[in-house]
């Protein structure tokens, strides 16, 4: 805590945030102290195409095939949904003046 150290001065912690430098040209970073993102993941796919050998299709799951090099072999499709809510893909944020030293 800073003013245990320093002695001086009201402090807060900032919790479950991450500081954000203001910026005027985004309307999400534009105004001092203000709060935003989410901690869920915005809903999302993610899918791949298996391969398989052998001459029969996989359950008329087929999604593909590939022939060439000794055969052909059948493909199945995997998909499935991950994320909940509706993130922006933002984390939770507050927005701060922030400067960095140049020189």
Do not use: C
């Amino acid at each position: 805590m800073p003013s245990l150290v320093s002695g001086i001065g009201t402090w807060a912690r900032l919790k479950g945030r991450v500081i954000v430098g203001l910026d005027e040209a985004q309307t999400e970073f534009d105004v001092i102290d203000e709060v935003g993102g989410h901690k869920l993941m915005q809903v999302h796919n993610h899918s791949i195409t298996t391969y398989r050998g052998g001459p029969t299709p996989n359950n008329g799951r087929v999604s593909g095939s590939y022939t060439g090099g000794g055969g052909t072999v059948e493909g199945e499709a995997i998909s499935q949904n991950y994320g909940s809510g509706d993130s922006q893909n933002l984390q939770p944020y507050k927005v701060k003046y922030m400067f960095e030293r140049t020189a």
